[in-house]
Structures are given as structure tokens and as C-alpha cells.
Nanobody
Framework: QVRLVESGGGLVQPGGSLRLSCSAS????????MGWYRQAPGKERELVAT???????VYADSVKGRFTIARDSAKNTVYLHLNSLKPEETAVYYC???????????????WGQGTQVTVSS
């Protein structure tokens, strides 16, 4: 079993900041990548940021310069710092990992349950 637990969401004012955390546990052999996605009401889920096992980072254009992704490999934990938040970024933010459960296994995507981020005055 692989389990992801997110935390850190909440209500912030426009221009405010949050830090999201996601910890993975269970029968994980290795993690290929970790990242964050978000889904606003009535919209499709979209990529926010990812970081690969080699440290390669990808950000959505809309968050570049404002959000920062980081990881603690020893703890199988990924963080997302959300700065200068905008109301349109209100969404459920989901943690994602691509992981292998054994050295001969293939990679699969695993998802957390999501944490709500609400940006409103």
C-alpha cells in the first residue's frame, strides 16, 4: 500500500501565503517524481509544480516566480510554498507521486485526498 497525506491548506487573503506538505508512506521502493496539482470548481485538474528524483522542476506558467516546490527525500515529503496568492487560485490541491513498489516493478501514480486552499477577503 502507498499512502499520501496532505496538510497545510486553509483560508488566506489575496496576496497571502501558505505552505502545503505531503508525506508518502507504505511499500515504496523508489519515487520517480513528486508534485502538486489543483482543481478549481468546474475546471479540470491542472499541474502546478513537479520535481523529479533528479531534481528537475517544472512549474505552471501561472505560478512561476510565486510558488516554490521542494522535497525532503529522506522523509518522502514534498512541499509547496504558495506566495502572493490570487482568488482564482482557490482550489483543491492534490499531491501526486510517481513511485515504484519494487525494483522490478513499474511506476504508478498515487494521489492524496487533497487539501482545500481558499483565497478570499
Amino acid at each position: 500500500q502507498v499512502r499520501l497525506v496532505e496538510s497545510g491548506g486553509g483560508l488566506v487573503q489575496p496576496g497571502g501565503s501558505l505552505r502545503l506538505s505531503c508525506s508518502a508512506s507504505g511499500s515504496i521502493f523508489s519515487i520517480d517524481a513528486m508534485g502538486w496539482y489543483r482543481q478549481a470548481p468546474g475546471k479540470e485538474r491542472e499541474l502546478v509544480a513537479t520535481i523529479s528524483s533528479g531534481g528537475s522542476i517544472v512549474y505552471a506558467d501561472s505560478v512561476k516566480g510565486r510558488f516554490t516546490i521542494a522535497r525532503d527525500s529522506a522523509k518522502n515529503t514534498v512541499y509547496l510554498h504558495l506566495n502572493s496568492l490570487k482568488p482564482e487560485e482557490t482550489a483543491v490541491y492534490y499531491c501526486n507521486i510517481r513511485a515504484r513498489r519494487s525494483p522490478i516493478g513499474t511506476s504508478y501514480d498515487y494521489w492524496g485526498q487533497g487539501t482545500q486552499v481558499t483565497v478570499s477577503s
